[in-house]
């Protein structure tokens, strides 16, 4: 998953044999799935929008991404889902 910190959002995956190949891959395939994502606030209407409207989910295939609102500075936090 990559952004540019600007509202827009990226995922990509890659297999492959070496694991630095693998992050490479991914990182040029979500460059390339860029897509917009409209901001809001989370707590009070202080500053510029900052991070998501509301809770977000999708799915494709077997892969579940889920997106939650955050306060400013935290940046992207991912974990691992079963």
Known sequence: MVGDSNGH?????KCSKE???A?????????????PVRRG???NRIGTPHTMP???H????SV????IPAPRGSG???SMTT
């Open 9 to 13: 959002i990226g995922l990509g995956s």
């Open 19 to 21: 694991v630095a190949t």
């Open 23 to 35: 992050i490479r891959g991914g990182i040029i395939s979500a460059k390339m799935n860029l897509i």
């Open 41 to 43: 606030y989370w707590g």
């Open 54 to 56: 509301m809770k977000l």
């Open 58 to 61: 999708g799915k494709s295939a």
């Open 64 to 67: 579940r991404v889920r997106l």
């Open 76 to 78: 992207i936090v991912g």
